[in-house]
């Protein structure tokens, strides 16, 4: 392969890859879960409105030119805990705020609010929790469907790797 078909093909690749293209995740100040402030948060509002919430988040994310995150789970979820505190964090919640907007929507025992992955064409039974949807605002697509549940072994990863992973969703 010549040279100057090598740089295309590198440029084309990039362009179509989100992790290659996007900023570096924070360098996270705990290396284990057990050092993540206890109690772990309980982050999702299992009275909210999750449709509302879903277009109020969508519409700010559209005004500010960030993407938007849609992250599903429940209170009872071990790793959808972990996932808040880990996203407490002081450099994660920067780097967050300065790339999306975050919506949290419980689905209970995945049995509430399903309607909000149908409306993005996941209509079979969710596979695990969390599940991280990232939608761009513009085209309300979501830009995941193969790994939005990516993170529903959290516990099993590091808060490196869970930083990692968000910010390859990043534009």
């Known amino acids: 392969m010549n040279r100057r078909r090598l740089i295309l ?6 362009a179509a890859s989100p992790a290659l293209a996007a900023p570096a995740a924070p360098r996270m100040s705990v290396a284990t879960f057990a050092e993540l402030k206890t109690p772990l948060p309980l982050p999702y509002d299992e009275a909210a409105d999750a449709n509302a919430a879903v277009d109020r988040a969508r519409a700010e994310a559209r005004r500010k030119g960030k993407r938007l995150i849609i992250d599903l789970g429940g209170n009872w979820c071990p790793d959808c805990r972990i996932l808040a505190g880990t996203m407490a964090l002081p450099e994660l919640d920067r ?53 939005f549940s990516a993170l529903s072994s959290a516990r099993k990863m590091s808060p490196q790797a869970l930083a990692d992973w968000i910010a390859g969703w990043a534009a």
Do not use: C, E, W
């Open 95 to 147: 780097f967050m705020k300065a790339h999306f907007v975050t919506v949290m929507v419980d689905v209970g025992r995945f049995d509430r609010n399903l309607q909000i992955p149908a409306r993005y064409g996941i209509t079979s039974r969710l596979p695990g929790v969390p599940a991280l949807m990232v939608i761009d605002p513009k085209t309300d697509r979501l830009l995941n469907p193969d790994n």
């Open 9 to 14: 093909t590198a440029a084309a690749t990039a």
